[in-house]
């Protein structure tokens, strides 16, 4: 099960590479991604009815934390593939994408895909390492898809900074490897996940703790979390808004699951909280100059990029923070904000799409010209800032909770970001979608499915959450403390 | 072979990376920087082939190669026909503040010999004195990445950077696990190719390869 959820989306990239631009090609996109979320979910019933297991001769691994983001990775890659085909029809009646365009944008699609799952199933840590960086390749050029000059600088910007960010992570992973070997021994061994949490009691606090802040700085990056957060807000929105519905939803949190992954050895072996405050320092300051940033916004997908920031802040905090309480709400928080982020860029993409152009102050009168694109803009964001009844709630909440009894101090900073970010995000919906339908909308077709679905999980997450997944994070909380 | 003189070899070895990697902070013409690089990865590979000699880890030869080819003949080669293709090969880059430059290159090597000791502390390696020159050889292609603003430039900070990490990977644990350095070899060819249509996407849309003129993407106010 494991193996096809691997290979289905690596084989799937090869055949659309050949398939190119034809007219069946966005429908083989959807099969392959659709095929992937059910071994994703095959695997998932695995694992709940057997627990955490090796395959592939101890390469891969999956247990409750990893296999909850696979099944996440999987559904929105499916529902972002049915989003896309009527995106980029769109688009190319626009002119603006091409014949080989088409075909690169679909391989590339199924090889981020598969980088991202390779990034959570291995049990290796360099190929953790390995496939982030194989995850960021693939995405550059789709960001510079439209070869606009603001495309391709927002391009060159994220392959350099990640670039520089991730090489910091791999010395991390040097150190890391150094600390491992004096207590495994030499050979590949060594940088084997479930090895290295068994024994992470011996590790050289020393040597971790500096490790740690290479993968903080690293890793950190690729999360986007402030001030390593620059390259974000451009890549995120000059991009096409598939791709930043899935580097919104899925990559930054796949890297936040490796920056976890390695807390947990780090808290392990140096039994201090050092590893866990500076990620809640890094986590604090992204929610506060996110949650600022958002106030001066004009572009639509730029504002909603820094959104990403801000919540991202809010997980890392969480998961800084420790605890029971604390880390159910940050795992929460992951699933509902990748689902409810996801669907908002649906219907930003719409919403541009109906007025071909990114710039809030000219999306008018979206509920008149679009019911779907205007409720689900509307709904998304109230799910977004954290509105009953709504998951963010629930997991903003548990956090909100666990932060006044552990950090009281930090509760009112905390507060102050997500009630700036209410206010600014609130303040921009409105005029968007309120009002008449100024001449120059066009009337366009929405993909209703991906964004009825992400809002309806949303909501049902918030007000019964499934006893499943209750129990499934229960095993990931007691796995990273 | 003497253990005494191997440590010797990779400590000389180490000095000459260090100093390809200050003269690639200054060098102002192109194909200088190429030779530099080339340089570079050629003593990488060579102290790797000694380092698993020494410790006997034959899979360290098979890295050596590894980095013989890539970083030694097919990156260079990549870069010699960007460069002629693109026609930039006349071009000199204005390097601002050489000895500014320089100074704050000298300080990050004391400052990376501060970060690494404990490590070297806890080490009992042929190679652990060079683990801080490696660390240093990272952060002197950090400050050139920032420094320069030419394209090219900055492809080849990011290149050596790949090298300072290779070189700690050797120095610290005799080198990772021979799948990982597959996979991060695959990563900087895939890497390579990715800068390589960049280039030209750069060059047609700005007709320079200066970064300074990418500076549209700003936060209004």
Known sequence: MLLILLLVPLFGAVILAFVGDRKFAPEINIMCSAATFAAGAGLAVQVYMHGPMLAGGKFFFVDAFNVYLSVLTSFVSMTTAIFSRRYMRKEREHGRVGHMRMRFYHAMFQLFIFAMLLCLLTNNVGVLWIAMELATLSTVLLVSLYRTPTAIEAAWKYFILCGVGIAQALFGTVLLYFAAERVLGEGGEALLWTNLSRISGELEPTVLSLAFVFLMVGYGTKVGLVPLHNWLPDAHSEGPTPISAVLSGLLLNIALYALVRCKVLVDGATGTHHAGNIMMGFGLLSILVAAFSLLRQKDIKRMFSYSSIEHMGIATFAFGLGGTVATFGALLHMLVHSLAKSAIFFTVGHASQMHRTQEMDKIKGLFRGNPLVGWGLMLGVMAIVGLPPFGIFTSEFLILTATMKNAPLLTPFLLLGLAVAFAALFRRVQSMVAGDVPSYQKPMKAAHVPVLLHMALVLVIGIYMPDFLNKWFHTAVELLK | ?221
């Open chain 2, 1 to 221: 072979m003497n253990i005494n003189i191997a440590a010797q070899i990779n400590s000389f070895l180490a000095a000459l990376v260090l100093l390809t990697a200050f003269g690639m902070l200054v060098q102002r013409r192109m194909y200088g920087l190429v030779h530099l690089f080339t340089w570079q990865g050629l003593f990488l590979s060579l102290n790797t082939a000694i380092v698993g000699y020494v410790a006997g880890r034959h899979h360290l030869y098979i890295s050596s190669v590894l980095t013989l080819a890539l970083k030694v003949i097919l990156l260079p080669y990549i870069l010699h026909v960007l460069i002629q293709r693109l026609k930039v090969h006349k071009e000199v880059e204005t390097v601002i503040n050489v000895p500014m430059t320089m100074l704050i290159g000298i300080a990050l090597v004391i400052f990376s010999y501060h970060l690494m000791s404990p490590v070297r502390e806890l080490s009992n390696l042929v190679t652990r004195s060079t683990l801080a020159v490696a660390l240093a050889t990272v952060m002197i292609g950090l400050l050139m990445m920032i420094t320069r603003k030419h394209a090219v430039t900055q492809i080849i900070g990011f290149l050596a950077m790949e090298n300072g990490l290779f070189f700690a990977a050797t120095s610290a644990t005799y080198g990772m696990p021979l799948v990982v350095e597959l996979g991060v070899a695959l990563d900087i060819l895939i890497a390579a190719f990715i800068f390589g249509i960049f280039f030209f996407h750069i060059h047609t849309t700005f007709d320079s390869l200066d970064i300074e003129q990418m500076a549209r993407l700003k936060e209004e106010d």
